[in-house]
């Protein structure tokens, strides 16, 4: 089987190639990547040698780049996104042209080539923003209602992917799921930036009152997730993928910032309340017992224990973050907290 996948030096993308490579060490996977500020080919040291693993640097919005890179692909597991919301409400363009124009030339290429699937990484936040007022949670059924710009260009392009099933009859599957967490993470996500910057003695910058809630997947559930779906799932079929069990309630950010200040020995004045993000979603939450009832698939990892792992991860990875922190990502990071 050969996989063609898109983002894989992000985050997420990077930990499915490790995660697949170990589990299917007989696949090959092609890595298509055009390494923006998030993508990382030192998260991949592991496989870089691995005789099934090759590397292609290319735009996904490039025709040419994605018709040489994808000839011979049996599936397409596409990740690759803009994919953080406040760098989203500085510079919509950008969001709209990878994450919306980029899938319709991927749709495009995997029609000519006649792949098998066209597996698409996609977002709850394409669903909008839940109240904190009752225990409501998106599923599959959940209308579309995005309200920043990221997920908006989400939403497109899962619109696209439909699109492309319904008047072409591309074989595909979705996902949309909720926030990850875990190696790898570029430290602009709150859980990664508030490690971060803890271990370096600054505060963790809070958003507006801090009682946003968020669906924690721990990144591992999310890939074994994408495998299954790639395994048994239905073609056309959209599957919704969350990491917290109902046992756990919401947890909002200042509940996630103190249990990283508690694992790091810092007090609460290491947390600092700044200026909201404008249309700022209130609440996600995950019903996720269609994976689990058709595909057999449910979280594995605990939130506090796999909290409590990824900053060990972090504080036994310091050269990996620190290198990201010493480069561009501090121009960024002067832009969005100080006018905070
Ligand atoms: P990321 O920002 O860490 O990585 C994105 C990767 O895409 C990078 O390696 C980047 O170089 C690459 N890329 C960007 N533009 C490209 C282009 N034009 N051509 C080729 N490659 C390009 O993102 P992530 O957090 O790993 O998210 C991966 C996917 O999962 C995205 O589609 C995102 O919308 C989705 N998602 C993420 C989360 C989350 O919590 N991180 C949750 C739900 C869905
Ligand atoms: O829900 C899935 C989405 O999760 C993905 O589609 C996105 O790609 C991913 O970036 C993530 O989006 P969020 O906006 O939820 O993640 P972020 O880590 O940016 O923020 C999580 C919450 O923490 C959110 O309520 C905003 C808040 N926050 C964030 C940062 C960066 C803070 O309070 N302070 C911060 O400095």
């Known amino acids: 089987m050969k996989l063609f996948v898109t983002g894989g ?4 993308g990077s930990n499915f190639v490790l995660y697949w490579l170990r589990q299917h060490p ?15 080919l030192a998260n991949l040291t592991e496989v870089e040698h691995h005789d099934n693993y090759h590397f292609v640097k290319g735009d996904i919005c490039s025709v040419s780049d994605v018709e040489k890179a994808m000839e011979g692909a049996d599936i397409v597991v596409h990740f690759a996104a803009e994919s953080h919301v406040d760098r989203s409400i500085m510079n919509p363009s950008d ?9 319709q030339v991927l749709l495009d290429v995997a029609l ?3 792949v098998k699937r066209f597996h698409h990484v996609s977002t ?4 909008g923003a839940l109240s904190l007022d009752n225990s409501t949670k998106f599923n599959e059924a959940t209308s579309y209602n995005p309200h920043s710009p990221y997920s908006a260009s989400k939403a497109g392009s899962d619109h696209l992917v439909r699109a492309y099933a319904d008047t072409y009859e591309l074989p595909i599957t979705i996902t949309n799921c909720s926030n990850n967490f875990g190696p790898y993470q570029f430290p602009e996500k709150l859980i990664p930036l508030a490690i971060t910057n803890l271990i370096e003695d600054k505060k963790v910058p809070v958003y507006g009152d801090g009682l946003y809630v968020r669906d924690w997947l721990y990144v591992e559930d999310h890939c074994r997730a994408i495998e299954r779906v790639l395994q048994d799932g239905k073609i056309g079929e959209t599957y919704c993928v969350g990491g917290l069990r109902p046992e756990h309630g919401d947890i909002n950010n200042l509940d996630v910032a ?6 790091l020995g810092k007090d609460e004045s290491y947390l600092e309340y700044v200026k909201d993000r404008p ?6 939450a995950i019903d996720w017992s269609k994976i689990k009832n058709e595909l057999g698939w449910e979280p594995q990892y605990d939130f506090d224990e796999w909290l409590t792992k990824t900053v060990e991860w972090y504080k036994s990875h310091e050269g990996w973050w620190r290198a990201i922190k010493n480069g561009s990502y501090k121009d960024y990071y002067d832009k969005q907290y100080s006018q905070r």
Not at 26 to 40: E, H, M, P, S, V
Not at 124 to 127: G, S, T
Not at 258 to 263: A, F, R, T, V, Y
Not at 279 to 284: C, L
Request: charged residues 30%; glycine residues 8%; without cysteine.
């Open 258 to 263: 103190k249990k990283i200040l508690s694992l």
């Open 112 to 114: 000519k080539y006649r």
């Open 9 to 12: 030096a992000g985050f997420i």
């Open 124 to 127: 709850d936040e394409v669903f």
């Open 26 to 40: 007989n696949d090959q996977i092609i890595n298509f990547d055009k390494l923006t500020y998030a993508g990382n």
């Open 95 to 103: 969001f709209v042209e990878t994450n919306v124009a980029g899938t």
């Open 279 to 284: 249309g700022h979603d209130r609440r996600y």
